[in-house]
């Protein structure tokens, strides 16, 4: 499976973004998919998962805010983030995993390149 992710960039706070993220791959499109983000200095942490089905999770930091989606016949993945805070600056992965449960607690089997998303105050 591979992964691709794009859309970060500038944003002032309150303002709003969308991620997208293009899977390929044989059985892709049934695999659980998620998002991660690493800020400067810290680990990287949980934001968002979804299932084929679209069984949907959300970290407690953007839940309400963040809203995580699927196009399986278009073989993307979005994630739209509103109300944009200058903590949620970080580089944002995409993940893939066999799993809901590995996506879900970061064990992911297969990774895309980072892009980064910098919110000004």
């Known amino acids: 499976v591979q992964l691709q992710a794009s859309g970060g960039g500038l944003v002032q706070a309150g303002g709003s973004l969308r991620l997208s993220c293009r899977f390929s791959?044989?059985?892709?499109?049934?695999?659980?998919l998620g998002w991660f983000r690493q800020a400067p200095g810290k680990e990287r942490e949980f934001v968002a998962s979804?299932?084929?089905?679209?069984?949907?999770d959300y970290s407690d930091s953007v839940k309400g805010r963040f809203t995580i989606s699927r196009d399986n016949t278009r073989h993307i993945m979005y994630l739209q983030m509103n109300s944009l805070k200058p903590e949620d600056t970080a580089v944002y992965y995409c993940?893939?995993?066999?799993?809901?449960?590995?996506?879900?607690?970061?064990?992911?089997?297969?990774w895309g390149q980072g892009t980064l998303v910098t919110v000004s105050s």
């Open positions: 791959g044989r059985t892709s499109g049934t695999k659980p």
């Open positions: 993940a893939a995993a066999e799993t809901y449960s590995e996506v879900r607690e970061g064990n992911a089997n297969y």
């Open positions: 979804i299932g084929w089905r679209y069984t949907r």
